[in-house]
């Protein structure tokens, strides 16, 4: 089955840009999807299919998946960004997520 | 409002069982897939089950099968998770999860777009 790779922490200053990454074997061929889990709270869709965001999500986040590894781009990063951050793919019968991206604003 | 409400979580022995429900409203429940997601404590997210829109197909995680059955009531606007012969690794908040899926130029998708505030099970003696 499937096995999707996080770096477990990203750390980046305010106003700047993070970049999260989600590596698996030819993920650029499949569909990836992002959550966001703020502390405490349950997870929310952030990205779906590669790159799309769902209404009332901020431009700010955005998403692209090529070759082995599909990465989350966070502009103009905010305090409120801070949170944890999982890629998702469906894998024949199952949904598999990876371990999840602790993102710190410095 | 899309909502989503689980409830039916608490203390229960190794080897006990416990029903998870779901409440859902403010969309047509029949007519989406529906899946549950657990996570432990300070550990990542772990998709449990998803169920088909009519109940006619179920899926599971390969540590779950034969202990937990997914079911729906359409009726009812309700999910379901039977968790039986439970373990101290099943410890996690269960979170009632609405899935939409579809298909790329050669792939099949699936995500979770509307998720409830989770429900806590505890297993320990």
């Known amino acids: 089955s499937h096995v999707l790779t996080q770096t477990p922490s990203v750390s980046v200053a305010p106003g700047q840009t993070a970049s999260i990454t989600c590596g698996g074997n030819?993920?650029?061929?499949?569909?990836v999807h992002w959550y966001q889990q703020r502390p405490g709270q349950a997870p929310v869709l952030i990205v779906y299919d590669d790159s799309d965001r769902p209404s009332g999500i901020p431009e700010r986040f955005s998403g692209s998946n090529s070759g082995n590894t599909a990465t989350l781009t966070i502009s103009r990063v905010e305090a409120g960004d801070e949170a944890d951050y999982y890629c998702q793919v469906w894998d024949s019968s199952s949904a598999v997520f990876g371990g999840g991206t602790k993102l710190t604003v410095l | 409002e899309v909502q989503l409400v689980e409830s039916g979580g608490g203390l229960v022995q190794p080897g006990g069982s416990l029903r998870l429900s779901c409440a859902a409203s403010?969309?047509?429940?029949?007519?989406?897939?529906m899946s549950w997601v657990r996570q432990a404590p300070g550990k990542g997210l772990e998709w449990v089950a998803n169920?088909?829109?009519?109940?006619?197909?179920?899926y599971y995680v390969d540590s779950v099968k034969g202990r937990f059955t997914i079911s729906r009531d359409n009726a009812k606007n309700s999910l379901f998770l039977q968790m039986n012969s439970l373990r101290a690794e099943d410890t996690a908040v269960y979170y009632c999860?609405?899935?939409?899926?579809?298909?790329?130029?050669?792939?099949?998708?699936?995500?979770?777009?509307?998720w409830g505030k989770g429900t806590t099970v505890t297993v320990s003696s």
């Open positions: 030819i993920i650029g061929s499949e569909s």
């Open positions: 999860a609405r899935g939409s899926s579809g298909y790329g130029w050669n792939y099949y998708y699936y995500y979770m777009d509307v």
């Open positions: 403010g969309f047509p429940f029949s007519t989406f897939w």
């Open positions: 169920i088909k829109e009519d109940g006619s197909e179920e």
